[in-house]
Every structure is written in C-alpha cells, then in structure tokens.
C-alpha cells in the first residue's frame, strides 16, 4: 500500500524556517514526481511547489519563489521542503503528492494520484 508521512509542521514567527519531510513507504519515489500542496482555511489548494522524477527539475509557484526550495533523497526515500523567510500567509495545511505526471504535481488539471495526510503550518507572532 502506497503511504506518505509527513512532518515538519508547527508554529513558528514571521521570518522564521521549517522544513517539511514527506517520506513513503510501501512503494519506492525514484521514479515519480513529487510535489507539495497547501490549502488555508477558506482557499482553494495551491501547488507550491514540485520536483521531476526524471531529471530533478523543480517548480515554484510565485508566491514562494525565492524562499522555498525542494529536494529529494532517493536513499532515504524522502522529499523535503525547506521553508524560509515565512510569511503569516504561508499558514495552511501542507500536503505532499506523487504521481508519474510532473504537470499533475505541479497543481495544473488532474490531481496527483497519491497523496500524504498533511501537515499544519502556522506563521504567526
């Protein structure tokens, strides 16, 4: 069964850091896109960013373009998202997703076909 955990979120002051991990199990990320959603109460879900599974190129949505940045450890079967210079407006939950199709993580058409639980971000002083 293919399964995502993530972690990373919590509370933490404008200008502040996080970094978000998404790590699979039951299945292996080499090949697949992953990407990372968020939804605020109230908003639609927005793709935030994204990163191939064929050659590592990355995507960033422009509101976080600058002060996000994506990685992936095929070892250790993980994707992260490093988080800086927050916002109050980065707050929502965070969800990661894979799927074979970079435009679909990328939060264009069709939804990933797999997704984590999610993880809350809060930005707040």
């Known amino acids: 069964q293919l399964q995502f955990v993530e972690s990373g979120g919590g509370l933490v002051q404008p200008g502040g850091s996080l970094t978000l991990s998404c790590a699979a199990s039951?299945?292996?990320?080499?090949?697949?896109?992953v990407g990372w959603f968020r939804q605020a109460p109230g908003k639609e879900s927005e793709g935030v960013s994204c990163i191939s599974g064929v050659d590592d190129s990355t995507y960033y949505a422009n509101s976080v373009k600058g002060r996000f940045a994506i990685s992936r450890d095929n070892a250790k079967n993980t994707v992260y998202l490093q988080m800086n210079s927050l916002k109050p407006e980065d707050t929502a939950v965070y969800y990661c997703a894979a799927d074979h199709t970079f435009r679909k993580v990328s939060g264009v058409g069709v939804p990933p076909d797999y997704w984590g639980q999610g993880t809350q971000v809060t930005v707040s002083s």
């Open positions: 039951g299945f292996t990320l080499d090949y697949y896109a």
